[in-house]
């Protein structure tokens, strides 16, 4: 009986160790969750106040355009010669804003990985003004001179290893940004860069890992929006 006594005695507590290693593991992934978590929000509000700039920005144009129109007007009720009158235009012309810029979205989710350095290709175009984004190729060419804002966010999911991607500039990285596995990680890449008319803008794979897994289905993205365009610049 006290042998028997003894033996359960030693089952009972082997069993509470496994307990508490247990409630440990717990511990710390609640801990991981909640980094993760944080790291999600300021990204987050990283973007919105991209947004905000962006909003700020197209809002200050918007302004300008109404002074020159302002100014083109003046020209003509003082009778100006019709050379003076066409130079007040042309600055109107070159200092207002152009619409331009386009988002893109990856339908499909990859499951197996990209090759060091290829492209990513994000085939479901929702919407292309200034068709400066190729569907063959998934590269931007900047149909116009001048500052533009890049908006890109790669997503992964589940127990498969992250993404790891990069945005790059007729060839020279911008921004990098790697998708955490936890629970539908996602990790934005944005930037505002200056563009001259013919630049090429794409993403592609950064870090080959043959298990990659990257979620797409509206999960994964590719904007660019015109922002300032250079004095004297040009389009197509």
């Known amino acids: 009986m006290v042998r028997k006594m003894s033996l359960d005695f030693i089952r009972l507590a082997n069993e509470q160790r496994r307990m508490n290693a247990f409630k ?3 511990l710390l992934t609640i801990v991981e969750l909640q980094e993760t978590q944080k790291e999600l929000l300021d990204s987050n509000a990283e973007l919105l106040k991209t947004q905000n700039k962006l909003i700020s920005s ?24 019709l050379m003076t009158a066409n130079r007040c235009y042309d600055r109107m012309r070159r200092s207002a804003s152009t619409n331009v810029g386009f988002t893109a979205r990856l339908t499909n989710t990859i499951t197996s990985g990209l090759n060091y ?3 990513l290709v994000f085939d479901n175009i929702y919407i292309n003004v200034g068709n400066g984004y190729d569907a063959m190729t998934c590269v931007y060419h900047a149909p116009v001179a001048g500052m533009y804002v890049i908006l890109m966010t790669v997503s992964s999911v589940g127990d498969y290893p992250s993404g790891d991607v990069e945005v790059v500039q007729n060839g020279v990285p911008i921004c990098r940004a790697v998708a955490t596995h936890l629970h539908w990680g996602g990790c934005p890449c944005n930037a505002v860069v200056h563009l001259k008319v013919g630049d090429a803008v794409w993403v592609r ?15 994964t993205t590719f904007s660019m929006g015109f922002m300032i365009k250079d004095d004297g610049g040009s389009s197509f």
């Open 58 to 81: 197209q809002s200050e144009l918007q302004n300008r355009i109404k002074d020159l129109e302002v100014e083109a007007e003046h020209c003509k009720r003082k009778g100006r010669k």
């Open 205 to 219: 794979e950064s870090y080959h890992r043959p298990e990659d897994y990257i979620l797409g289905n509206f999960y």
């Open 24 to 26: 440990e593991e717990l």
């Open 117 to 119: 350095q290829q492209t």
